[in-house]
């Protein structure tokens, strides 16, 4: 257990739907970040928060959206999903910016 | 530009036979290079953390080593559990994330 949570393991929802993906970081971590990796694909860089604000944007679609609560939980909202959304989703934590943990991940199939 | 680039893409080794992954960067400001192990359908694990240049470090089979434009991973006598994909990233002064390469896809066989 890495001590980042992340659920649901699976998901599988159809063209069209929204859904969200929930993270919780590790105890103490201020930094949560949202990666996608598709079937052999490298981790592409979504989207980082910081003690609740948003802090770095990478190739995140416009139909994506996320937040981190004040407890620090983070929610990754994926919405009018297609097929090429199929992946896995990985939220990491960090406290200093540095090293990172990460959860083991939401497979999203979009059918 | 900030790069990382891991090479080779594959490595197909037998149990026992020691070889080496390669990471290597162009960067401004190096702040750090992570080494991290994933397997099919997890969550990337950390490995290595790496500050300056002539450092190294080693975990069971495996010894980090980084120099001013490049890191290797060192593998000694692997064992067919050692087949992961080994990703290689770094954190630069200018950006708040890190900075990943490709990955290494290694096999090995029994």
């Known amino acids: 257990d890495s001590g980042v949570t992340q659920t649901p393991k699976h998901l599988i929802t159809a063209t069209g739907q929204r859904v969200t993906l929930r993270c919780s970081p590790r105890?103490?971590?201020?930094?949560v970040y949202w990666y996608q990796q598709s079937l052999d694909q490298g981790l592409q860089f979504l989207i980082q928060?910081?003690?609740?604000?948003?802090?770095a944007k990478g190739n995140i679609l416009e139909r994506f959206s996320a937040q981190q609560f004040p407890d620090l939980h983070s929610e990754l909202n994926l919405s009018s999903l297609e097929l090429g959304d199929s992946a896995l989703y990985f939220c990491?934590?960090?406290?200093?910016?540095?090293?990172?943990?990460f959860g083991s991940g939401t497979r999203l199939t979009v059918v | 530009e900030d790069q990382v680039t891991q090479s080779p893409e594959a490595l197909r080794l037998q149990e026992g036979e020691s070889s080496s992954l390669n990471c290597s960067y162009t960067?401004?400001?190096?702040?750090?290079l992570f080494w991290y192990r994933q397997d099919p359908g997890k969550g990337p694990e950390f490995l290595f953390t790496?500050?300056?240049?002539?450092e190294e470090k080693e975990k069971e089979r495996l010894k980090a080593t980084l120099t001013k434009k490049e890191s290797f991973l060192h593998i000694t006598a692997p064992k067919p559990e050692d087949s992961a994909t080994y990703l290689c990233?770094?954190?630069?002064?200018?950006?708040?994330?890190?900075?990943w390469g490709a990955g290494t896809k290694l096999i090995i066989k029994p």
């Open positions: 105890s103490g971590d201020l930094s």
């Open positions: 960067v401004s400001g190096l702040r750090g």
């Open positions: 990491a934590s960090s406290s200093d910016n540095y090293g990172y943990t």
């Open positions: 790496l500050y300056s240049a002539g």
């Open positions: 928060y910081y003690n609740g604000e948003e802090r």
């Open positions: 990233a770094v954190r630069v002064d200018s950006n708040y994330q890190l900075i």
